[in-house]
């Protein structure tokens, strides 16, 4: 690949290759090369936050040459540059061994509204952009022939900042796009759009950029061209904020866009997977592909139904997107014109059978568009099948053909490279090619007490410095008040049992149920011969005005001084922060209101790395929990006080189990309960959690069938 002179100009020929491997996403999970970016110059490693394009372009052009003369740095370069080479083949890889008659050009298209990959491209909002951009990675180490679609928010997600009083006010930066691995995919003249499309009655022309996540390429639509009118320039822009119509437009656009651009670059895929309900216009699309050519609407439905993969991710109203009939004819034009049916049978797709007559809806369409549906934990397949009985009305709810797929995390991404080196010394330094294999996973049982403790020791330690230069740094630049400072976590120590708490605001996840009885929190927190502290971090949703409340009354308690200063909020929740939580806490707690919480992820990265979780039994827990990797708030006799019951219960283990534990040292100082709390974390999250085990089962159970174009008795009728 030639390098782009203009945005690495002073990049000596000898190491030119660190140019491709800064441009694909890959190098943030392989050590070699993280290695190789943070030798080249470590203070800007570690001012870039890890970005190897910004370190590239900022570091001093003698350093570069230096680096390309110096034996022991071209030693290590020349080992990434192998790995990076062994990683664009496709052979030997998982997929291509166990699937040796599918074709690798007839890929899974993967459609998501948000990809969390990486702190320097910020268009994700939280779990399912996270989870999204996992699934990418795990896809690529596998060798699963995955595409990925997206949509390019070039103002990204908001930055969070908060007011002396705890109130979130949401500022948006716009992203440096030179600076992050994406370029832009020109049109076969060299035009900067690849399709067009209708929206509102005006043509929209579609750009995209191409996003490298090792094997597996993300493409980002994108509509800020020159070519389109003013008010069409930003519909991309940002990530779920505006009103429900630009919402409407901006699914439309990754739905019939996707699909016109994957078209456009001559990608064929043979699957389609819409993850989450927002892409669910992907398949509007492909029926019309069909129906245009001369197909029966109820043959071409068949058809795309047959090939298509749908996974919902909350079992919460609110995250499922609905539309007036009104507003999608105008967004739409008369596409059912297009399908050969009536308006009204079309807007019969997206009509829930029972509710919100009028509206049309996302994960309606999509579920009777889907053959092949997945729930994403055991729990949330149960769920599901209650919610969405009402469309198979002739089955019992044990019947409706709605699976699941627990969640996975990628562990190369999330867990610690120091506890990645303890799992080299002792399940061999192949453990992570073997990792779908549970065997694997069976010697983390026999890790040494104290080599594990000090590992973690050292990330917890590191995490405090991180939390100290945070505030630092934001002291000199915007704050005005101490309490701000004590509020960042300053006076955290490193002895002392700490407490993450770090997700979305939504308030079924009740951040503040712990601060339901005050007294009883003072006294677990300020204890001198057992303290404890709690951290918290998260955005909420601009939107969500309740969940602002929480997160404000949260922050209070920062500041208040009968909790001296054990409580803290990080502010600006994001991937690089959540890496140094998940690794550097001691206990993860996790309160959704049971049943809502249809997965959850952030737990799953904690156990990677040695780090047990406490929580209500929702989600993952519920099939994770098995005694010895935690803690877990059984449900109450009587659902009809949940809270009282759950923070009862949550003071009870804290004070009788948690606590204890932590603090039971032997004659070496070393918790022996709790280290071996942290070893069946480890375990069981890379037996059962890992995103690679997640991704071969979407292979299994939906990828191949759908690939083969495999249909079945499990219809729901279309209307
Ligand atoms: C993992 C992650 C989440 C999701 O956490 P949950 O436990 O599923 O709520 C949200 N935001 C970020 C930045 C994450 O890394």
Same mark, same amino acid.
């Given at each position: 690949?030639?390098?782009?002179?203009?945005?690495? $100009?002073?990049? $000596?020929?000898?190491?030119?290759?660190?140019?491709?491997?800064?441009?694909?996403?890959?190098?943030?999970?392989?050590?070699?090369?993280?290695?190789?970016?943070?030798?080249?110059?470590?203070?800007?490693?570690?001012?870039?936050?890890?970005?190897?394009?910004?370190?590239?372009?900022?570091?001093?052009?003698?350093?570069?040459?230096?680096?390309?003369?110096?034996?022991?740095?071209? !030693?290590?370069?020349?080992?990434?540059?192998?790995?990076?080479?062994?990683?664009?083949?496709?052979?030997?890889?998982?997929?291509?061994?166990?699937?040796?008659?599918?074709?690798?050009?007839?890929?899974?298209?993967?459609?998501?509204?948000?990809?969390?990959?990486?702190?320097?491209?910020?268009?994700?909002?939280?779990?399912?952009?996270?989870?999204?951009?996992?699934?990418?990675?795990?896809?690529?180490?596998?060798? +699963?022939?995955?595409?990925?679609?997206?949509?390019?928010?070039?103002?990204?997600?908001?930055?969070?900042?908060?007011?002396?009083?705890?109130?979130?006010?949401?500022?948006?930066?716009?992203?440096?796009?030179?600076?992050?691995?994406?370029?832009?995919?020109?049109?076969?003249?060299?035009?900067?759009?690849?399709?067009?499309?209708?929206?509102?009655?005006?043509?929209? @022309?579609?750009?995209?950029?191409?996003?490298?996540?090792?094997?597996?390429?993300?493409?980002?639509?994108?509509?800020?061209?020159?070519?389109?009118?003013?008010?069409?320039?930003?519909?991309?822009?940002?990530?779920?904020?505006?009103? $429900? !119509?630009?919402?409407?437009?901006?699914?439309?656009?990754?739905?019939?866009?996707?699909?016109?651009?994957?078209?456009?670059?001559?990608?064929?895929?043979?699957?389609?997977?819409?993850?989450?309900?927002?892409?669910?216009?992907?398949? +509007?699309?492909?029926?019309?592909?069909?129906?245009?050519?001369?197909?029966?609407?109820?043959?071409?439905?068949?058809?795309?139904?047959?090939?298509?993969?749908?996974?919902?991710?909350?079992?919460?109203?609110?995250?499922?997107?609905?539309?007036?009939?009104?507003?999608?004819?105008?967004?739409?034009?008369?596409?059912?014109?297009?399908?050969?049916?009536?308006?009204?049978?079309?807007?019969?797709?997206?009509?829930?059978?029972?509710?919100?007559?009028?509206?049309?809806?996302?994960?309606?369409?999509?579920?009777?568009?889907?053959?092949?549906?997945?729930?994403?934990?055991?729990?949330?397949?149960?769920?599901?099948?209650?919610?969405?009985?009402?469309?198979?009305?002739?089955?019992?709810?044990?019947?409706?053909?709605?699976?699941?797929?627990?969640?996975?995390?990628?562990?190369?991404?999330?867990?610690?490279?120091?506890?990645?080196?303890?799992?080299?010394?002792?399940?061999?330094?192949?453990?992570?090619?073997?990792?779908?294999?549970?065997?694997?996973?069976?010697?983390?049982?026999?890790?040494?007490?104290?080599?594990?403790?000090?590992?973690?020791?050292?990330?917890?330690?590191?995490?405090?410095?991180?939390?100290?230069?945070?505030?630092?740094?934001?002291?000199?630049?915007?704050?005005?008040?101490?309490?701000?400072?004590?509020?960042?976590?300053?006076?955290?120590?490193?002895?002392?049992?700490?407490?993450?708490?770090?997700?979305?605001?939504?308030?079924?996840?009740?951040?503040?149920?712990?601060?339901?009885?005050?007294?009883?929190?003072?006294?677990?927190?300020?204890?001198?011969?057992?303290?404890?502290?709690?951290?918290?971090?998260?955005?909420?949703?601009?939107?969500?005005?309740?969940?602002?409340?929480?997160?404000?009354?949260?922050?209070?308690?920062?500041?208040?001084?009968?909790?001296?200063?054990?409580?803290?909020?990080?502010?600006?929740?994001?991937?690089?922060?959540? @890496?140094?939580?998940?690794?550097?806490?001691?206990?993860?707690?996790?309160?959704?209101? +049971?049943?809502?919480?249809?997965?959850?992820?952030?737990?799953?990265?904690?156990?990677?790395?040695?780090?047990?979780?406490?929580?209500?039994?929702?989600?993952?827990?519920?099939?994770?929990?098995?005694?010895?990797?935690?803690?877990?708030?059984? $449900?109450?006799?009587?659902?009809?006080?949940?809270?009282?019951?759950?923070?009862?219960?949550?003071?009870?283990?804290?004070?009788?189990?948690?606590?204890?534990?932590?603090?039971?040292?032997?004659?070496?100082?070393?918790?022996?309960?709790?280290?071996?709390?942290?070893? @069946?974390?480890?375990?069981?999250?890379?037996?059962?959690?890992?995103?690679?085990?997640? +991704?071969?089962?979407?292979?299994?159970?939906?990828?191949?069938?759908?690939? @083969?174009?495999?249909?079945?008795?499990?219809?729901?009728?279309?209307?």
């Amino acid at each position: 690949m030639a390098v782009d002179r203009n945005r690495f $100009p002073f990049l $000596p020929e000898r190491i030119e290759g660190l140019a491709e491997v800064a441009t694909n996403v890959s190098w943030s999970w392989k050590r070699d090369a993280r290695r190789v970016f943070e030798l080249l110059d470590e203070s800007l490693w570690h001012l870039t936050r890890h970005n190897p394009i910004a370190i590239l372009r900022r570091i001093d052009p003698g350093r570069l040459s230096d680096c390309a003369r110096d034996p022991r740095f071209l !030693e290590r370069y020349d080992r990434m540059m192998a790995e990076y080479a062994s990683e664009q083949s496709w052979q030997d890889t998982w997929f291509a061994t166990e699937y040796a008659d599918l074709q690798r050009e007839r890929p899974v298209a993967y459609f998501c509204a948000e990809f969390g990959l990486h702190g320097s491209i910020p268009i994700y909002s939280g779990g399912l952009g996270v989870l999204a951009g996992d699934h990418c990675k795990a896809a690529s180490d596998l060798g +699963v022939p995955l595409v990925g679609v997206g949509l390019f928010y070039q103002k990204g997600y908001f930055d969070q900042k908060l007011r002396l009083d705890g109130w979130q006010e949401d500022s948006d930066e716009q992203f440096d796009v030179v600076n992050a691995p994406l370029e832009r995919v020109y049109g076969a003249s060299r035009e900067p759009f690849l399709t067009r499309l209708q929206t509102n009655g005006r043509e929209v @022309h579609v750009g995209a950029w191409r996003m490298l996540v090792g094997r597996v390429p993300v493409y980002l639509l994108d509509t800020n061209l020159e070519q389109n009118h003013e008010d069409d320039r930003d519909l991309t822009s940002k990530l779920y904020i505006g009103g $429900p !119509e630009v919402r409407l437009k901006q699914e439309w656009i990754l739905g019939v866009g996707g699909v016109r651009v994957l078209r456009a670059m001559g990608v064929d895929p043979s699957a389609w997977h819409a993850n989450e309900g927002h892409a669910a216009f992907m398949m +509007v699309e492909r029926v019309r592909e069909m129906t245009v050519k001369g197909v029966a609407f109820d043959e071409a439905v068949r058809e795309v139904r047959a090939r298509s993969i749908f996974t919902t991710h909350t079992p919460v109203p609110a995250g499922h997107d609905t539309f007036t009939f009104d507003d999608l004819a105008q967004c739409s034009g008369a596409v059912w014109e297009d399908l050969g049916v009536s308006r009204e049978t079309f807007f019969e797709i997206g009509t829930h059978p029972t509710e919100e007559p009028g509206r049309f809806h996302m994960t309606v369409t999509a579920l009777r568009m889907s053959k092949h549906v997945n729930a994403v934990s055991r729990r949330h397949g149960d769920v599901s099948r209650e919610i969405w009985a009402p469309l198979w009305p002739d089955r019992a709810p044990a019947a409706v053909p709605i699976g699941h797929i627990t969640n996975g995390v990628h562990a190369a991404t999330w867990m610690a490279q120091e506890i990645s080196e303890l799992l080299d010394a002792n399940l061999g330094t192949d453990w992570q090619r073997r990792m779908l294999d549970p065997a694997t996973w069976e010697p983390v049982r026999d890790l040494d007490d104290a080599t594990l403790w000090q590992v973690h020791g050292r990330l917890k330690v590191s995490l405090m410095n991180f939390i100290r230069e945070e505030a630092r740094r934001r002291w000199v630049r915007h704050w005005k008040e101490a309490t701000h400072v004590v509020g960042a976590g300053t006076l955290l120590s490193p002895d002392v049992l700490t407490i993450g708490f770090a997700r979305r605001f939504a308030t079924y996840k009740r951040a503040d149920l712990i601060f339901r009885d005050i007294d009883r929190l003072r006294a677990l927190l300020v204890n001198s011969a057992r303290p404890v502290q709690i951290i918290f971090a998260g955005k909420a949703h601009p939107a969500d005005t309740p969940g602002k409340e929480v997160l404000r009354s949260v922050y209070g308690f920062t500041r208040d001084a009968r909790l001296e200063g054990r409580v803290a909020f990080l502010e600006d929740y994001e991937l690089h922060l959540a @890496h140094r939580l998940v690794q550097g806490v001691d206990v993860w707690l996790n309160l959704p209101r +049971v049943p809502m919480e249809a997965s959850g992820t952030s737990g799953m990265k904690a156990a990677l790395n040695g780090v047990p979780q406490l929580s209500t039994l929702d989600g993952w827990w519920h099939e994770a929990y098995e005694g010895l990797n935690g803690w877990a708030i059984p $449900p109450g006799a009587s659902r009809a006080t949940p809270d009282e019951w759950d923070a009862e219960r949550l003071y009870r283990l804290l004070e009788e189990q948690v606590v204890p534990t932590f603090y039971a040292r032997d004659d070496r100082g070393i918790p022996t309960g709790w280290v071996q709390k942290m070893k @069946h974390a480890l375990r069981v999250a890379g037996q059962q959690f890992n995103a690679r085990r997640m +991704v071969a089962d979407y292979v299994k159970q939906s990828y191949v069938p759908a690939m @083969h174009g495999n249909g079945g008795p499990d219809d729901p009728p279309v209307a």
